[in-house]
């Protein structure tokens, strides 16, 4: 039995063996053949490229069924490179010249193939590369008889292990059997953590050497809350952690009788509580755990996993069903944010240095209006179906926010010339996740209609510290003294112009921290649908005059662990 301390990602305990999930590496054997062995060869190779073409075709209608149409429709590019007559007719004529075995060839070939490609400027072409790569690894797995155990081709349950899960990778967990995820590297705010809570993956990352020190079918128990990890446990450790496993739930289970209440303080005032999501999928849970709306709709997953940019007509869609299941409740959606952990195959984006730092979010859509405004547009178009409302992301100064507005202004315009019509009241914020928008929130308060303070952003450019690296992650705090006085300026700036000022950064989710935001005078909360109920009892259980004195006392401390210490004996108390 080992036991191995990560980042606690996502909250739960599961048990079940481990699933490495990587890149594949194959041995392919070389071995010369007779003249006469050139027809076996052949047939085996037909036959191979026939049962790829099975298995590619099967997984496109479970695809089908599973995710929609559109998700499948990737599978056509794959199907098409199995038709490849330039790849095929250099298969056998190599293997005719240099009588090797096919495995071989066709490995030289494939090679050849996707270095050609790799030099190639045209970026429709490189992404070509994934196709051929993915459908070359399928065959020459089928021509070696080996099997590749893909999410979506899981037979039993299992914990995977990887270096590392990109966000796209988690999002295509969704539904299928990973009972929990460990990686390499990573930290508790990347895009992938935050999935994984969304989905109710439990998940612990920044592990060094976990894939090293784990072995595939090695039974696991991942504590996502605590962020542990033991590898073969024995059989007292497996009991106990059973035990926990039900603790957990009963303790879910007392904070699901607050659901459904009001978020009322015991003196009376109302706080706003609503939910982040990522996938429209996610809307049933929103409602399940007690959400009063959507604080955060991050639409850049709707650009991942797919081959072409969306259509408008299918961010209309999307948007529009939102909105409709959650009226008479507000959602709102925020733009484009994609860059920093969050790649987009369809845009040509150089790689950068410093992603967090380079051409992302608000600064991408601003030198993009093209693809920009056919998002603004199916939102305004959606705005007559609910209650939308529209906030940009990473937004340092007023003059961005002056052109990202400019934009919407024409995106309106269009609208308005085809005579489609718009919610002309819809409330568009801005997202206060820069230090430098922190500082000026007097100058944006003037010219918006709210504030979203996104805190995962925010700690990692106000501390200096990479939201994603787990080596800096013990620096990583959002009890902060600076962070508290940077949040304390936005409110204040915010409420001088009479705006709302919300937080959707996982720190608003944090139970400690939440009696300190109350009290510096926060007005709404947009957190992970699951931790709603939670929220939910800790607001009733205070008072504003209780929570105005935690804050106040928790602004003179100096450092972070004074202010989680305190705040968490204060929860404490408050609980009991
Ligand atoms: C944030 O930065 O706090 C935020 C909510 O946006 P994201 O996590 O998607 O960067
Ligand atoms: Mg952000």
């Known amino acids: 039995m080992i036991q191995i301390k990560g980042i606690a990602a996502a909250p739960g305990i599961r048990v079940g063996p481990a699933h490495k999930f990587g890149k594949e590496e194959f041995t392919v054997p070389r071995n010369e053949i007779r003249e006469d062995e050139i027809p076996i060869n052949i047939q085996l190779f037909e036959e191979a490229l026939i049962k790829t073409r099975k298995e590619i075709m099967e997984l496109q209608k479970r695809i089908g069924s599973d995710m929609g149409q559109e998700e499948a429709l990737i599978f056509d590019a794959h199907l098409l490179v199995l038709e490849d007559r330039m790849l095929i007719e250099e298969v056998i004529s190599r293997l005719k010249k240099e009588k090797l075995n096919v495995a071989c060839i066709f490995s030289e070939v494939l090679k050849k193939y996707t270095s050609v490609f790799s030099n190639i400027e045209d970026e429709y072409l490189k992404e070509r590369i994934v196709d051929i790569n993915d459908v070359g690894r399928r065959i020459l797995r089928n021509l070696l008889g080996k099997e590749r155990k893909a999410f979506l081709e899981l037979k039993e349950k299992v914990v995977v292990v990887a270096h590392d899960i990109s966000p796209s990778d988690t999002a295509a967990m969704h539904k299928k059997k990973v009972l929990a995820f460990v990686t390499d590297i990573g930290g508790k705010t990347s895009h992938t953590a935050i999935m994984a809570k969304s989905l109710e993956i439990p998940a612990v990352v920044g592990i060094e050497g976990a894939t090293a020190m784990i072995h595939p079918d090695d039974v696991l128990i991942v504590d996502g809350s605590m962020g542990v990890v033991i590898i073969n446990p024995d059989q007292q450790t497996l009991e106990n952690y059973r035990r926990e496993e039900q603790k957990f739930e009963g303790v879910l289970q007392k904070f ?67 909105a409709q299941e959650m009226k008479p409740d507000p959602v709102v959606i925020r733009t484009l944010d994609l860059g920093g952990d969050k790649f987009l195959s369809q845009f040509a984006i150089p790689q950068e240095m410093q992603p967090f730092l380079g051409w992302r979010a608000i600064r991408f859509c601003l030198a993009r209006p093209e693809i920009f405004k056919v998002q603004l547009r199916a939102i305004l178009r959606a705005s007559v179906h609910g209650k939308l409302k529209l906030m940009y992301p990473m937004i340092s100064g007023v003059e961005e926010l002056r052109q990202a507005n400019t934009i919407l202004d024409q995106a309106k315009k269009e609208l308005e010339d085809k005579g489609l019509s718009y919610d002309k009241d819809m409330q568009v914020g801005t997202m206060i996740e820069v230090p430098s928008a922190a500082l000026t929130a007097d100058i944006l308060a003037k010219e918006t209609d709210f504030f979203s303070i996104g805190t995962n952003d925010l700690i990692q450019y106000s501390l200096a510290v990479d939201r994603v690296n787990e080596k800096v992650a013990y620096l990583y705090e959002p009890a902060h003294p600076a962070v508290l006085r940077m949040i304390k300026n936005i409110i204040t700036a915010g409420h001088k112009e009479k705006i709302k000022v919300a937080m959707c950064g996982e720190m608003a989710g944090e139970p400690g921290l939440v009696l300190i935001l109350l009290g510096m005078g926060l007005d709404e909360f947009s957190i992970p649908p699951q931790v709603i109920p939670e929220l939910k009892y800790i607001i009733r259980s205070i008072t504003m005059k209780q929570v105005e004195e935690i804050a106040q006392k928790a602004s003179t401390l100096s450092t972070a662990k004074e202010v989680n210490n305190y705040s968490q004996d204060k929860l404490r108390e408050i609980l009991k």
Not at 295 to 321: S, V
């Open 256 to 322: 699901l009788t607050a659901k459904d209440l009001p978020a009322v303080t015991r003196d009376g005032k109302t706080v706003q509580i609503y939910a982040n999501i990522e996938l429209p999928d996610e809307v049933p849970s929103v409602k399940l755990h007690g959400a009063k709306g959507i604080g955060l709709y991050r639409t850049e997953f709707f650009y991942m996993n797919r081959k072409d940019l969306p259509t408008e007509e299918e961010h209309y869609q999307e948007y529009k069903y939102v």
